[in-house]
T-cell receptor, first 115, second 112 residues
Framework: SAVISQKPSRDICQRGTSLTIQCQVD?????MFWYRQQPGQSLTLIAT?????????ESGFVIDKFPISRPNLTFSTLTVSNMSPEDSSIYLC????????????FGSGTQLSVL | KQEVTQIPAALSVPEGENLVLNCSFT??????LQWFRQDPGKGLTSLLL?????REQTSGRLNASLDKSSGRSTLYIAASQPGDSATYLC???????????FGTGTRLKVLA
């Protein structure tokens, strides 16, 4: 399966600032997703990154807080805006070709701490 | 709304034991189910994928089964090793959707 390079791997940020996370896939993928994993919890889908159009956000997540870009089939960014300590989480990008037997594969994650 | 639950939440076993992790889902209309491994502070690695039409999948010491009608999947790990220590998550993809819903995870610790 494809490999996703995600960066940064971790960051410590001040309240009120923004952080952009990047994911680069080594081959074209149909679907890219962004997840949040709060401490000790499972993964929650933030949004589906759509190539060339606005992302599709899940309930409870809004574009102003988590703007997403996907300019092509191999690259996507997630920005966490106007951060607060409650945004401290692991953020993960993932991808899939959408084929029936295709496993969902993940980047290595970004561990974000907001002071 | 699909809900995915994993039992137990945590498990500690001595090296060499065979063990079973459980995953339950509320809506049996699934497309497939995947089991993942997550090491602390890291991303997820897909272990096994079972299509809705399949009963089980095997990879090395791992065997995953699926009983769609009862909304259950199990991950069997044979002859556990300390290197198996990680969090194991299951995720289901519903029919007619591209999204995966993740379970709550089982934190496994294998003692040497």
């Amino acid at each position: 399966s494809a490999v996703i390079s995600q960066k940064p791997s971790r960051d410590i940020c001040q309240r009120g600032t923004s952080l952009t996370i990047q994911c680069q896939v080594d081959s074209q993928v149909t679907m890219m997703f962004w997840y949040r994993q709060q401490p000790g919890q499972s993964l929650t889908l933030i949004a589906t990154a759509n190539q060339g159009s606005e992302a599709t956000y899940e309930s409870g997540f809004v574009i102003d807080k988590f703007p997403i870009s996907r300019p092509n089939l191999t690259f996507s960014t997630l920005t966490v805006s106007n951060m607060s300590p409650e945004d401290s989480s692991i953020y993960l990008c993932s991808g899939s070709t959408g084929a029936s037997n295709e496993k969902l594969f993940f980047g290595s994650g970004t561990q974000l701490s907001v002071l | 709304k699909q809900e995915v639950t994993q039992i137990p939440a945590a498990l500690s076993v001595p090296e060499g034991e065979n063990l079973v992790l459980n995953c339950s889902f509320t809506d049996s209309a699934i497309y497939n189910l995947q089991w993942f491994r997550q090491d602390p502070g890291k991303g997820l690695t897909s272990l096994l994928l079972i299509q809705s039409s399949q009963r089980e999948q095997t990879s090395g010491r791992l065997n995953a089964s699926l009983d769609k009608s009862s909304g259950r999947s199990t991950l069997y790990i044979a002859a556990s090793q300390p290197g198996d220590s990680a969090t194991y998550l299951c995720a289901v993809k519903g029919s007619g959707t591209y999204k995966y819903i993740f379970g709550t995870g089982t934190r496994l610790k294998v003692l040497a």
